[in-house]
């Protein structure tokens, strides 16, 4: 015989387990009884509701107008990647950094310079990088050239976490012929440049050289990235802003991968990497 619960019986508060119908016999007469569901469920559930990867959403102040991309990541891939949205009344910018790519390089900034300069940080920085910008570039291309950057640093900051586990130091000299550029940088948190370079012409295409500065002080602020460039030697613009990106980018590389010595524990005294 199967019995029905008078009604709201079942019912119980949203925070106690559900109860289960548990029917039970005494001599002739049948009893329904109410036992809570399974302790296990409930600890599966918590146990599921822990994994869940959350990630961090920064307000639009804290990146300069970006907007951070939630983008969830199985959590036994450890890919670090980082999505940017940035849109304002003077371009239109998205951007997508793997740290643990293997080099695609995927840019359309409306600069055909600064993308050739984008395709050096991708091919030496072992980074996967996509990057799509529409902007007043009728005007000229600083608007656009400084948003890239700004995103380029936030995806970074986002890709990057908490930063256990990292080198966090990076330091590479480039040449490219007569040219030979010595990149130094810190992922601390805290935003600085040095930049020592001495571009001997204005342009090189249509690409305004004062632009190569802006880009990376532009990048250093919203990454956290203390940042320092030396120019040892070099005549020919082209080869000097190249070189500049590629010893940018081999020292990336080289302060993001991770040091089996450390055991995933942060790099630093204090026990905390924050852009602050």
């Given at each position: 015989?199967?019995?029905?619960?008078?009604?709201?019986?079942?019912?119980?508060?949203?925070?106690?387990?559900?109860?289960?119908?548990?029917?039970?016999?005494?001599?002739?007469?049948?009893?329904?009884?109410?036992?809570?569901?399974?302790?296990?469920?409930?600890?599966?559930?918590?146990?599921?509701?822990?994994?869940?990867?959350?990630?961090?959403?920064?307000?639009?102040?804290?990146?300069?107008?970006?907007?951070?991309?939630?983008?969830?990541?199985?959590?036994?891939?450890?890919?670090?990647?980082?999505?940017?949205?940035?849109?304002?009344?003077?371009?239109?910018?998205?951007?997508?950094?793997?740290?643990?790519?293997?080099?695609?390089?995927?840019?359309?900034?409306?600069?055909?310079?600064?993308?050739?300069?984008?395709?050096?940080?991708?091919?030496?920085?072992?980074?996967?990088?996509?990057?799509?910008?529409?902007?007043?570039?009728?005007?000229?291309?600083?608007?656009?050239?400084?948003?890239?950057?700004?995103?380029?640093?936030?995806?970074?900051?986002?890709?990057?976490?908490?930063?256990?586990?990292?080198?966090?130091?990076?330091?590479?000299?480039?040449?490219?012929?007569?040219?030979?550029?010595?990149?130094?940088?810190?992922?601390?948190?805290?935003?600085?440049?040095?930049?020592?370079?001495?571009?001997?012409?204005?342009?090189?295409?249509?690409?305004?050289?004062?632009?190569?500065?802006?880009?990376?002080?532009?990048?250093?602020?919203?990454?956290?990235?203390?940042?320092?460039?030396?120019?040892l030697a070099?005549?020919?613009?082209?080869?000097?802003?190249?070189?500049?990106?590629k010893a940018?980018?081999?020292?990336?590389?080289?302060?993001l991968e991770?040091?089996?010595?450390?055991?995933?524990?942060?790099?630093?005294?204090?026990?905390?990497?924050?852009?602050?």
């Amino acid at each position: 015989m199967e019995l029905a619960a008078p009604p709201g019986i079942l019912s119980c508060p949203s925070s106690s387990p559900p109860l289960k119908p548990r029917l039970s016999f005494a001599g002739s007469g049948t009893r329904l009884t109410l036992a809570p569901s399974s302790p296990s469920h409930h600890s599966k559930l918590k146990r599921m509701d822990s994994q869940r990867i959350i990630t961090p959403r920064a307000s639009l102040a804290d990146n300069n107008g970006s907007t951070l991309i939630d983008t969830p990541t199985p959590t036994n891939s450890g890919a670090r990647i980082g999505e940017v949205k940035r849109v304002t009344k003077e371009t239109d910018v998205s951007v997508k950094i793997n740290l643990d790519g293997t080099g695609i390089a995927d840019s359309n900034s409306g600069i055909p310079f600064l993308d050739h300069m984008l395709d050096q940080l991708a091919s030496h920085g072992l980074l996967d990088v996509h990057v799509r910008a529409t902007g007043d570039i009728h005007i000229d291309d600083h608007h656009t050239n400084e948003d890239v950057a700004l995103a380029i640093g936030t995806a970074l900051l986002q890709a990057l976490g908490d930063r256990k586990g990292i080198n966090r130091f990076g330091d590479f000299s480039a040449p490219l012929d007569e040219a030979w550029i010595h990149v130094s940088l810190d992922l601390s948190g805290r935003p600085h440049l040095g930049y020592d370079l001495q571009i001997p012409t204005q342009r090189v295409g249509t690409y305004d050289t004062q632009l190569v500065e802006h880009f990376f002080q532009s990048l250093v602020n919203t990454s956290g990235m203390t940042l320092h460039i030396r120019q040892l030697a070099g005549r020919n613009s082209h080869h000097i802003i190249e070189a500049t990106f590629k010893a940018f980018a081999r020292a990336l590389r080289q302060a993001l991968e991770y040091d089996p010595r450390r055991l995933g524990s942060i790099p630093s005294s204090k026990g905390v990497l924050s852009r602050s």
